[in-house]
């Protein structure tokens, strides 16, 4: 067990044990395979952000049923992903052409995206607030991030 060295009285944090926390972090969560799948993630989805009104249909859809955590692993996700497969590929890349491109702020956009369109939204249905927001993390990782949870809380608890 990791004992971190944090004065609770001053709030000072030492910064060697947080580096050692971070490199056991790393270890423990992110092996060799993992890393390897995040590289290959982080490619694809470059190549979908950069050409996605010319990549084949299957590559969009692929990144949306089975790319995005929460339809390929969410609860439900059987549901989401028979009923996705029959959703047009083109409403997927409407969705993403106003994320990469629309100039309104991205809590605008996920409110436009999760807003039926008979209301002037772009909804997509099963398509729903948490898939809609791994889309940006995705393609724009260096401007929302997609943050693990376990290293947020150690992050938190420093107040860091």
């Known amino acids: 067990m990791l004992v971190i ?8 944090l030492n ?20 890393l390897e799948w995040r590289k290959n993630k982080f490619i694809s989805s470059m190549e979908i952000k950069n050409k996605y009104t010319k990549l084949e249909k299957e590559i969009i859809r692929n990144f949306i049923i089975q790319g995005l955590h929460c339809i390929s692993f969410g609860s439900g996700s059987g549901v989401r ?25 991205m809590p605008q956009k996920i409110a436009i995206l999760l807003t039926d369109k008979k209301k002037g939204g772009l909804k997509i249905d099963y398509l729903g607030k948490s898939s809609i927001q791994e889309i940006p993390g995705w393609l724009l990782p260096d401007n929302y991030p997609i943050i693990n949870e376990k290293f ?4 938190n608890y420093f107040e860091i």
């Open 5 to 12: 060295n944090y004065d609770l009285k001053s709030k000072k």
């Open 15 to 34: 910064k060697n044990d947080l580096i050692k926390y971070f490199k056991i972090f790393l270890e423990k969560y992110f092996d060799n395979e993992d």
């Open 81 to 105: 992903k028979r009923e996705l497969s029959k959703t047009n590929v083109n409403e997927f890349k409407k969705a993403i052409d106003f994320i990469l491109n629309e100039r309104i702020e």
């Open 152 to 155: 947020k809380y150690v992050l």
